[in-house]
């Protein structure tokens, strides 16, 4: 599995690579390593993927984002604002196996994992929206049963 | 169901839309109806949604294409270049229906449509490789029966 690259606004620690935004998302720019730039468009920064969660809170993004994930020939880009809401969902059991991942555009009730039970019963965990899969955390637990939070972008925003 | 904008060079015939890939996919600008712009990058246009099927052959791009998908407060962007294969999968059934839609990665043995049969039975197609969902075409028939085709961006490279 390869992973997507990250980069969001102001981040705590950074690698070297960076993406700048301009006119509110119509021009993207990837930086050379050592490219001079003067504009004034948005700079984010290439963090390490797994620091996701570190730049949500009470399920908005508290920067911006781009995701990066270049695959068989193709480059997908995705781009998202500070504020924005995303839907975490659980999946907690025995054993759990996600369905789908990264990238995934999602349709009201998808599976999104299927867990075993204790007892070896499978029971699948559904999406209440149709949206698109931001990130898939693995969260370690001490009592060896597995858990994994969905990050889901909807396509209509959530309603609090 | 919203669709993405579809970009391709040397199209046809087009809309006002453009946009501009510089540096090999480094840097996406999406150009202003009237923006004049002299660099040397490539220059894609707009089409309609549904020609996409016109710019492949053997399961070969004949352009340079970009998608474009806004939904939910993010801007997607998918950018394929001219000769990248992919992989075309047919469903076709008394009734036929897609489980999974544009922009949808998709792993190995995943459904991709359930189809039922003249007497009720249930089956599903399944897709061999895991990949990237690029389009889905609803094809007419003569016959009545239903038949929808997947053009599917494999992670690996098809070998021929």
Redesign the interface.
């Known amino acids: 599995m390869?992973f997507p690259e990250l980069y969001v606004e102001n981040p705590k620690k950074h690698e070297n690579k960076r993406v700048v935004i301009e006119r509110d998302?119509?021009?993207?720019?990837?930086l050379?390593e050592n490219e001079d730039y003067k504009g004034d468009g948005k700079v984010l920064y290439k963090i390490i993927y797994d620091d996701f969660p570190n730049y949500i809170l009470m399920n908005e993004l508290l920067s911006d984002i781009l995701l990066y994930y270049e695959?068989?020939?193709?480059?997908?880009?995705?781009?998202?604002?500070k504020g924005?809401k995303l839907l975490e969902i659980m999946a907690e059991g025995y054993k759990v196996y996600p369905?789908?991942?990264?990238?995934?555009?999602?349709?009201e009730n998808?599976r999104l994992a299927a867990i075993q039970t204790g007892k070896g019963e499978i029971r699948f965990v559904n999406t209440p929206v149709t949206?698109?899969v931001i990130f898939l955390e693995e969260i370690p637990t001490k009592s060896g049963r597995e858990n994994y939070k969905f990050y889901i972008?909807?396509?209509?925003?959530i309603e609090v």
Do not use: N, S
């Not at 369905?99 to 349709?107: A, K, P």
């Open positions: 390869k998302g119509k021009i993207i720019k990837f050379d695959v068989g020939g193709a480059k997908q880009i995705i781009y998202l604002k924005t369905i789908v991942d990264f990238g995934c555009r999602i349709l998808h949206g698109l972008l909807p396509d209509k925003e």
